[in-house]
């Protein structure tokens, strides 16, 4: 009975430190030369940030411009990544609820989908914001760029309307389908996860 105690300590150490290990979240970097770069970066700049429905990580390396122009740099990179992930999203979204309204040929919808989501993309860019910032060992600015939900919810929501009241055929197609209350179901249901 002596022997099975530190046996027994024994494997409940290990059982506990393993489960303290599943706990955390591990940055994995692929590339062994690169871990020493990475070693004390946050969880986000390898992952994003997982509870923004829209982030993006931008990076520059701060050169002779200072840190001031790296940061710019990073930023714009940042947007240019949030651009593509709600014009991903609302495209998805117009092509969805204009088929359920039952507008046009796919070519006509294809080019509806394309302004909608150009012009929620403008207006929901300049929303956007830094909300976290690193430099890494090699002097490499990355920053966290985060755009809220509801202020991209809401653009899609005016950006659809208007676009639909500019064509007299498809705006009494939307009100004659009960369009804004299929819109609003879309625009919950499309944003529903991050």
């Known amino acids: 009975m002596k022997k099975m105690v530190p046996v027994l300590f024994i494997a409940v150490t290990v059982v506990v430190i393993g489960l303290a290990g599943c706990g955390r979240n591990v940055k994995q970097v692929a590339n062994e030369a690169m871990e020493k770069e990475f070693e004390n970066a946050p969880e986000w700049v390898l992952s994003g940030s997982p509870d923004e429905a829209f982030a993006a990580v931008g990076s520059a390396h701060i050169g002779k411009g200072g840190m001031q122009f790296a940061r710019t740099e990073a ?17 998805g ?11 046009g040929g796919d070519q006509t919808l294809d080019a509806f989908s394309k302004q909608v989501s150009k012009l929620v993309t403008d207006e929901t860019l300049s929303g956007s914001r830094q909300k976290d910032l690193w430099i890494s060992p090699s002097s490499d600015v990355y920053v966290l760029m985060v755009l ?3 202020d991209v919810q809401a653009s899609v929501r005016r950006q659809v309307v208007h676009s639909y009241q500019q ?28």
Do not use: C, T, Y
């Not at 240019?80 to 014009?87: K, T």
């Not at 979204?93 to 507008?103: D, M, P, R, Y």
């Not at 197609?173 to 529903?192: P, S």
């Open 93 to 103: 979204l117009v092509n969805s609820f204009s088929q359920q309204i039952g507008i």
């Open 148 to 150: 809220d939900k509801a």
């Open 75 to 91: 930023m714009s990179h940042g947007r240019g990544e949030l651009a593509r992930q709600v014009a991903v999203k609302v495209k």
């Open 167 to 194: 064509d007299s055929a498809k705006w009494q197609a939307f009100q004659a389908n009960n369009g804004n209350e299929q819109l609003d179901r879309e625009i919950k249901e499309m944003f529903v996860s991050p």
